[in-house]
């Protein structure tokens, strides 16, 4: 997997309340990142910001943007013209905690009129804060207090141009994932791996054929294997952000259908059930 541009190196310089956020209480400590100043082209100057930290609403229970949060705000950031080409008629967040990212996606996209957003998150208290977040930018968005996408499925059903997901991921004991409040957030079990791995099968179901998921990773989640996965599904991706905390390595991964991996994966599930039938054919 290639590395191919880390945009977020210069937001801390214009972002001077990052700080109080830019640290992630978790089990596995605080993390710091270091970055290095690389002057914005004039597009990037030109086009809307992220949402803006001292407008976001803050709750004990619920996540407060952190440098995950950042660094894929970043990654979108680093897409928006793309975004904007994309025209998206909807984007959803699954686990929107504080509502930062989708308000920082929805001022991306802008007044094109006909996007919808929708966030999700199975803790109440953080889809009351991503409302009062977006209400305080002025932008709007369907929120839902779900576990993932559960009973939005058929609603959805390959109709997402964007995706997004920072899971929990900070690797702990089973008992602590879905915890109350706040442990939700970053509790994520096995590797890292227990609400990622729940996730990643929804995907294909969700995206509409030209759209767009990224998901939050570190390293410790195996992200390697996480590609192999979607790539089985059909999926191509890429690193689009990497960055080094002190204790370990972030990454926002962007996937996309990839025809030639799409009509193999569809192969290979034909190939596996044929090969089934035949079995239980030679079986009775
Ligand atoms: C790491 S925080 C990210 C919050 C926000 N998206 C951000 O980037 O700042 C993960 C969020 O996912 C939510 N969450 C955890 N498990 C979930 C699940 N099974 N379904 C929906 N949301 C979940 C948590 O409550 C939390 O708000």
């Known amino acids: 997997m290639d590395v191919v541009l880390d945009?977020?190196?210069?937001?801390?310089?214009?972002r001077p309340h990052e700080h109080e956020f830019g640290r992630?209480?978790?089990?596995?400590?605080?993390?710091?990142?270091?970055?290095?100043?690389?002057?914005?082209?004039?597009?990037?100057v030109a086009l809307?910001?992220?949402a803006d930290v001292r407008l976001v609403a803050r709750h004990r229970d619920v996540y407060e943007p952190c440098d995950d949060s950042f660094?894929?705000?970043?990654?979108?950031?680093?897409?928006?013209?793309?975004?904007?080409e994309l025209d998206p008629k909807l984007c959803v967040e699954v686990g929107s905690g504080s509502g930062f990212v989708i308000t920082s996606l929805a001022l991306m996209i802008g007044d094109q009129g006909s996007t919808r957003f929708l966030a999700t998150d199975l803790n109440p208290t953080?889809?009351?804060?991503?409302?009062?977040?977006?209400?305080a930018h002025g932008v709007e968005a369907e929120t839902v207090v779900t576990?993932?996408?559960?009973?939005?499925?058929?609603?959805?059903?390959?109709?997402?141009?964007?995706?997004?997901?920072?899971?929990p991921y900070v690797p702990t004991e089973e008992e602590d994932v879905g915890g109350p409040g706040a442990m939700a957030a970053w509790a994520g079990g096995d590797r890292g791996r227990t609400v990622i791995d729940r996730f990643l099968p929804l995907v294909d179901g969700l995206l509409s054929p030209d759209g767009w998921l990224y998901m939050v990773t570190l390293t410790t989640n195996d992200p390697q294997e996480i590609c192999r996965i979607m790539k089985k599904q059909g999926f191509a991706s890429r690193i689009v952000i990497q960055r080094q905390t002190e204790e370990e390595s972030l990454q926002v991964i962007k996937f996309w259908?990839?025809?030639?991996?799409?009509?193999?994966?569809?192969?290979?599930?034909?190939?596996g059930s044929l090969s089934l039938k035949r079995l239980a054919f030679w079986r009775s």
């Open 71 to 84: 660094a894929l705000v970043d990654a979108l950031m680093a897409d928006q013209a793309h975004l904007r």
């Open 126 to 135: 953080a889809a009351e804060a991503t409302r009062e977040t977006l209400a």
């Open 7 to 14: 945009v977020g190196q210069w937001e801390a310089e214009e």
């Open 48 to 50: 809307p910001r992220s």
């Open 24 to 44: 992630r209480s978790s089990s596995s400590g605080s993390r710091r990142v270091s970055r290095e100043y690389r002057r914005p082209t004039i597009e990037e």
């Open 257 to 271: 259908r990839d025809p030639a991996e799409s009509e193999k994966s569809k192969e290979e599930r034909t190939f």
């Open 147 to 167: 576990d993932l996408l559960d009973g939005l499925e058929k609603h959805l059903e390959k109709s997402v141009d964007v995706l997004l997901f920072n899971p």
